[in-house]
């Protein structure tokens, strides 16, 4: 990784536009897929990490960098599942700052990964506007939130290629629609795919994960 | 409100700060008790004030200033309800800025209305930061967000005088410990007060209701 450490280097005081450019080469000099993972607080980003961890394990190497305003609860979490890992805390930031993003390359091995899933601060907002230089980005949203998110913060449905609905196995207990929630996801973003799942029963975690594969496949090609 | 309009136009250019003593100001005038009310998106802000609506009707004026990204989704629902209210949408602001609660103000008659409840944008961490001029900041928790949130957004928390916990009648089917959340908002927070709220079920809306009326009564006399 010394080569990373000479782009961090020479490139820490730039722009945060420049800084996505520098990790997007970083991504693709090592042939790794970069997933930028975001989502409200609580829609379950964590937990869908860790059921890929368990599901792409002995088929592809996960390294996972962790944004939280505070704490290393979540980084604790997946370190437990025996992949890289490292914490960022933001301190007052609502979103991954993509100089820290590089400053974080730097304690992890990359040239021992094939995905690095960053779990973004929990906010529907700004990290929709800040790109990590990622290759994918999916956006988390929980059926408990409610089916019309999509309409209220549309950036991030429309900057997103995937879509994940999560917590499944709660939708006999709330009010929500997986037809309206996706005409309204659509309506934002036409392309967007979109996977049902729960960490609970299983449900649709080898259908992402075997996209998140076909994507990383088409990127080491 | 003639006289909101003029402070209007004499203030609307100053900074955030301004601006909120300009509110703080006009809600002391009017003897109106201004409620901020912020959480994730989903936790249930709009159906929280929903239920406070229907509980006060007939005993105290409720009027609501609404806060999203985009869509008058929210004012709709709160309209059927017959009180004053007025959305703002903020584009790409991640809050409420208190410049356009200001203009908001001058949309609403607050000489009928005892409580103002601004729903801000679905957000923990910037609307931590930007005070509205409020009486009473209540930060909103679903559970099914998690129990460590108050950990991971300290802020917001920290700033807030009530935790309502929302979506009690889900706690059958989480994960989520109501004495650990309890635990982790008095760490960040040791005058928090907390209620625990299920809109579906009816439970804590009155004890939060009692508690909000008392505060307007002090702020009143």
């Known amino acids: 990784m010394a080569d990373v450490k000479v782009e961090i280097g020479q490139e820490i005081q730039q722009s945060a536009a420049e800084a996505a450019r520098v990790l997007a080469r970083i991504f693709a000099s090592r042939k790794v897929l970069a997933v930028n993972l975001v989502s409200s607080p609580g829609s379950g980003k964590t937990t869908l990490i860790e059921a890929m961890i368990d599901r792409l394990a002995g088929r592809k190497r996960i390294a ?4 939280d305003i505070e704490t290393e609860i979540d980084s604790e979490r ?3 599942h025996g992949v890289q890992v490292h914490q960022i805390t933001t ?3 609502c979103h991954i700052p993509p100089e820290l993003l590089v400053k974080a390359l730097g ?3 990359l040239d021992a990964a094939d995905l690095l899933v960053v779990e973004n601060v929990g906010n529907l907002v700004c990290p929709a506007e800040v ?3 990622e290759d994918v980005r999916i956006v988390a949203l929980s059926v408990t939130e409610g089916d019309e998110k999509p309409l209220k913060y549309p950036l991030i449905f429309k900057t997103s290629r995937i879509l994940v609905i999560t917590k499944t196995d709660l939708l006999p207990y709330v009010k929500f629609s997986t037809d309206a929630v996706k005409t309204a996801a659509l309506a934002v973003n036409p392309r967007i795919e979109i996977f049902e799942t729960s960490a ?6 080898a259908a992402l994960v075997d996209r998140i594969e076909a994507l990383h496949a088409e990127k080491a090609r």
Chains 1, 2 share one sequence.
Request: aromatic share 0%; glycine share 18%; no cysteine.
């Open 131 to 133: 790109p990590l230089g």
């Open 107 to 109: 304690h992890l091995d």
């Open 200 to 205: 609970v029963t299983g449900e649709g975690i």
């Open 64 to 67: 996972v960098v962790e944004g």
């Open 78 to 80: 997946i370190r437990k």
């Open 91 to 93: 301190r007052s930031a």
